[in-house]
């Protein structure tokens, strides 16, 4: 069992910055695949980042590719999506989200059935 705590969000400036923290429980953190999906009002929920157990791979979609970063801090049970140059169409709910590595051998990262762990999310607002 796995439980993640997103921080971070917040009211930011179109063209402003910022990084979302994930906190997971557990001692099997870095058996997981970790990502981050967003939810805006209306929308479906869309995939926006996700890393593998050690970090050495990430996938990111064309949406956020140059502006969004994934990382991972497994001695911290962390995971980071740094955002910047922010605009209006960022503004969501984002939510973390944790799935175990066999669910990825053929890829998949963006399929959020994929994922067995969700964060409650945390609110991300850019004003014009």
């Known amino acids: 069992q796995v439980q993640l705590v997103e921080s971070g969000g917040g009211l930011v400036q179109t063209g402003g910055s910022l990084r979302l923290s994930c906190a997971a429980s557990?001692?099997?953190?870095?058996?997981?695949?970790m990502a981050w999906f967003r939810q805006a009002p209306g929308k479906e929920r869309e995939f926006v980042g996700a890393?593998?157990?050690?970090?050495?791979?990430?996938y990111l979609p064309d949406s956020v590719k140059g502006r969004f970063t994934i990382s991972r801090d497994n001695a911290k049970n962390t995971v980071y999506l740094h955002m910047i140059n922010l605009k209006a169409e960022d503004t969501a709910v984002y939510y973390c989200a944790a799935g175990s590595m066999g669910a990825f051998y053929l890829g998949g990262h963006s399929d959020s059935r994929k994922y067995d762990y969700w964060g409650q999310g945390t609110q991300v607002t850019v004003s014009s």
């Open positions: 557990g001692r099997t953190f870095s058996s997981y695949v």
């Open positions: 890393v593998n157990w050690n970090g050495g791979s990430r």
